[in-house]
Structures are given as C-alpha cells and as structure tokens.
C-alpha cells in the first residue's frame, strides 16, 4: 500500500502535463553522462585497493550494485541517507582541517610519506565527533535510532557543534604529537 506522500508525486507530475514531461526528460539527458561518470570512477578507486581484479568487471559489478541500489532504496528516506553521510563526513572534514592547520597550513613530504599508517589519537576525535552528531541528530537504522534513544533539544543542529569539537579535540591531539616528535 502507497502511502498519500508516495501517491501525490505522479498525481503532481501529471498535472504539470507536456511541460513537467519536457523538464523530466531534459533533466535525464543531461544528467546520464554524470551516471556513467560516477560508475567509472568508482570502479578505478575499487581497482586501486584491489588491481588484480579486471577493470570490465570492476564496472559490471558497480553498476549492477548502483541499479539494485536505485530500484530497492525508498526515496522518501534519501534525508535520513543524507544526514548519516553527514555525520560521517563532519567530523572527518574537521579532523582534516586540524591536522592541516596543526601542521603549519601546509604538508610536506614527510607528513604524506612518512606518516604512521594510522594515527589512533585521529581516528578517536573522529569517533568522538560521529557520535556526537548521532547524539544529538540520531539517523540509520531504526535499531540505531531506538538504541540513541531521544536527542536532546539544543536548537543547533548536530553539523556545528559535531565540526567544533571534533576540530577542536583533533587539533589537540595534533598539536600534543607536534611537540612529542
């Protein structure tokens, strides 16, 4: 059973008639280029962790991925997708931006060649930041959700104040390595 939400988008298309059509279709022409572009590129970033693995394939399986992928996601939920990849990427962005900073605002050589393979003191403050924002704007599964229980009502946001400590306990943690070394 279609729910009101779901039924009201064909019924709001066609009513736009020739015109809503016209813009649909010239919306597809112009954006399948883009599909073709991110199933390729995709496929080469797989390629570079496994090379082994015959680009043709690489392609048939991202695509295959991607079309499942569009055929089974219900879209109505696409703003819970877009807020999880938010709370991922927020406080990555903000680690980023404190290691560079802490860093002079620059890299040299060393710091991309010689680096640990993994800095544990990072990746915490970027745990830290990730659960942050999952405590104050909880998206995922509902098994997610249900466990977070409540977010508290703070009228902020989670985007702000996830970027802030994740920076600030990130440039810390760099800033205490600078002077170790």
Same mark, same amino acid.
């Given at each position: 059973?279609?729910?009101?939400?779901? @039924?009201?988008?064909?019924?709001?298309?066609?009513?736009?008639?020739?015109?809503?059509?016209?813009?649909?279709?010239?919306?597809?022409?112009?954006?399948?280029?883009? &599909?073709?572009?991110?199933?390729?590129?995709?496929?080469?970033?797989?390629?570079?962790?496994?090379?082994?693995?015959?680009?043709?394939?690489?392609? &048939?399986?991202?695509?295959?991925?991607?079309?499942?992928?569009?055929?089974?996601?219900?879209?109505?939920?696409?703003?819970?997708?877009?807020?999880?990849?938010? @709370?991922?990427?927020?406080?990555?962005?903000?680690?980023?931006? &404190?290691?560079? !900073?802490?860093?002079?605002?620059?890299?040299?050589?060393?710091?991309?060649?010689?680096?640990?393979?993994?800095?544990?003191?990072? *990746?915490?403050?970027?745990?830290?930041?990730?659960?942050?924002?999952?405590? !104050?704007?909880?998206?995922?599964?509902?098994?997610? *959700?249900?466990?977070?229980?409540?977010?508290?009502?703070?009228?902020?946001? &989670?985007?702000?104040?996830?970027?802030?400590?994740?920076?600030?306990?990130?440039?810390?943690?760099?800033?205490?390595?600078?002077?170790? !070394?």
């Amino acid at each position: 059973m279609t729910s009101p939400t779901q @039924s009201a988008l064909p019924v709001a298309v066609a009513a736009g008639g020739i015109g809503a059509v016209l813009a649909l279709l010239a919306v597809t022409v112009d954006e399948t280029d883009e &599909a073709f572009a991110n199933v390729y590129s995709t496929a080469v970033s797989i390629q570079n962790l496994t090379p082994r693995v015959p680009q043709r394939t690489l392609i &048939a399986g991202v695509a295959a991925v991607a079309t499942l992928g569009a055929l089974t996601i219900d879209i109505l939920s696409y703003e819970s997708f877009l807020l999880l990849l938010g @709370s991922f990427f927020v406080p990555l962005f903000g680690v980023l931006l &404190a290691d560079w !900073l802490a860093a002079g605002a620059s890299y040299g050589e060393d710091d991309v060649f010689r680096a640990p393979p993994v800095r544990w003191g990072m *990746v915490a403050a970027w745990i830290a930041g990730f659960a942050l924002y999952q405590w !104050l704007h909880p998206v995922g599964p509902s098994w997610w *959700v249900d466990a977070i229980g409540e977010p508290p009502d703070l009228g902020i946001g &989670a985007t702000l104040p996830s970027f802030f400590a994740t920076f600030a306990l990130a440039f810390g943690i760099a800033t205490l390595g600078k002077r170790r !070394l």
